[in-house]
């Protein structure tokens, strides 16, 4: 799938919630948000789309296992294991699964409660 044809929903994507922290309570300020990590799994062929953004929603990602292409600024960059990227308030991507393994993230962002 190229840059051009950017999906239009997300499939072949499974997610875990593995941990949140309620922020309220530990940082001024931070009231109705939460810290959360997750395990991601995208399927071979499967997306994480459509494009969306990070707006109030930054976040780290950490790739486990097989190969995720992270398209955006009309650059698709493939992240193996061991490598991630920042999702932070200029972030306007979507993902995909062009491997032909299951592709494992673990994803940590601070979400609204």
Known sequence: ?????SP???RGVSTELLA???LGPELEGMAG???RMRLVTIEPGGVLGPVHDHTGRPGTVYVLQ???TDHRDG???VYGPGVGWP???TTLHWLENAGTVPAVEISVDIVST
């Open 20 to 22: 949140t922290v309620d």
């Open 33 to 35: 948000r939460q810290l």
């Open 1 to 5: 799938m190229s840059e051009e044809e």
């Open 75 to 77: 650059v698709a960059t």
């Open 8 to 10: 239009t929903e997300t």
């Open 66 to 68: 097989g190969t995720i």
């Open 87 to 89: 999702e932070d308030h």
